[in-house]
Structures are given as structure tokens and as C-alpha cells.
């Protein structure tokens, strides 16, 4: 009798570990994701080897110009920041980042503009006016020196190849934060 309610126990724990493996890999796979950033092309916001949680579960009218946004290359994913939203014309003129003919202040670069200028150069190069088409973004790393985004090699970014929006770092435990 103590050997059928061991079966029973051992069986009720095997459906239980099954159940809770499966919800981990539905959550994993449409919902939430950690990602490990590769490289320093959004310094000084994210860092080499940092892990982002990410948010998979979001609609397209839910992306805002300023969120960072995972990017499903061919052969990796991409960190970036979305900068032009479908039918924008963006440009950027003496370190001046224009959208629609209107100037954007971009505070997040204030360290990496501080930078560029200390070596006598421009944080961003100009560019355009360019004009993003319809169910693309235009995104930028926040280190311009050191970002290939779509301004010179990834081009505009298709809706669908947008994996999540980064919610907040959470390694190494000494920096969590939030990256909104």
C-alpha cells in the first residue's frame, strides 16, 4: 500500500516539475527574456556583458521614441535605442538631433557628448533629412562613435524584427536599475 501512495507522490511531483517547466518556457519565449549586452555601443546607459531583462510582450503602438529595444539580426541580436518612428524625417545637423524640423534633446548623451567634444569632434556626424517608411524605426546606439545602428549598417529596422523593449539590467546585482 506505502509503494502505490510513493507512485501516486512521485507522479503527482513528475506532473507538477512538467507543468512548471512548461509555463517557464512560455513565459521565456513570449513573454520576458534576459539578454546579455554585447559590446559598447550603448555606453554609458548599458555595459559589456550586462544582462537586461526584456519585455517581449508589447504591441507596435506601444513603442516610444527613447526606448531601448532588442533587434533580431541575421546572425545576432542588437541593443539600440529607437530614435525615428514610422513616417518621421529625421536629421542631425552640428550635433543636433532634428525629427519632423524639430530639435530633440537627447540628455542621455550629455557623457558621451562632454567626450567627443574633449577630442574635438562630434558625437553624431550629420546626416539626412531622412524619411523612415511605414512599420520601420530608425534606432542609434547612445555611444555614436562605436555603433553600427541605422545610420551605417543596419539600416531601418523592421517592426517585426524587434525581439522586446529592455526593461531594467539585473546583473550584476551591484548596478540594477532601471533603462526606461
Do not use: C
Amino acid at each position: 500500500m506505502a509503494s502505490s501512495n510513493s507512485k501516486k507522490e512521485l507522479l503527482g511531483w513528475g506532473k507538477s516539475l512538467l507543468i512548471a517547466a512548461g509555463i517557464a518556457v512560455v513565459l521565456r519565449t513570449f513573454l520576458f527574456s534576459p539578454y546579455v549586452v554585447e559590446g559598447a555601443s550603448m555606453e554609458p546607459t548599458l555595459h559589456n556583458q550586462e544582462k537586461i531583462f526584456v519585455n517581449k510582450l508589447y504591441y507596435s503602438a506601444s513603442f516610444n521614441r527613447g526606448d531601448i529595444v532588442i533587434i533580431k539580426g541575421l546572425t545576432k541580436n542588437y541593443v539600440k535605442r529607437i530614435i525615428g518612428m514610422p513616417g518621421d524625417k529625421i536629421e542631425m545637423s552640428a550635433d543636433q538631433l532634428l525629427i519632423n524640423g524639430e530639435p530633440v534633446k537627447e540628455s542621455y548623451l550629455s557623457e558621451n557628448r562632454k567626450a567627443a567634444e574633449e577630442m574635438g569632434s562630434l558625437l553624431t556626424g550629420d546626416f539626412g533629412p531622412i524619411f523612415v517608411p511605414a512599420n520601420h524605426y530608425f534606432v542609434m546606439g547612445d555611444n555614436r562613435l562605436k555603433s553600427m545602428d541605422s545610420r551605417n549598417g543596419l539600416d531601418f529596422i523592421k517592426e517585426a524584427d524587434i525581439v522586446g523593449k529592455s526593461e531594467f539590467v539585473i546583473f550584476p546585482f551591484s548596478n540594477i536599475r532601471n533603462v526606461r
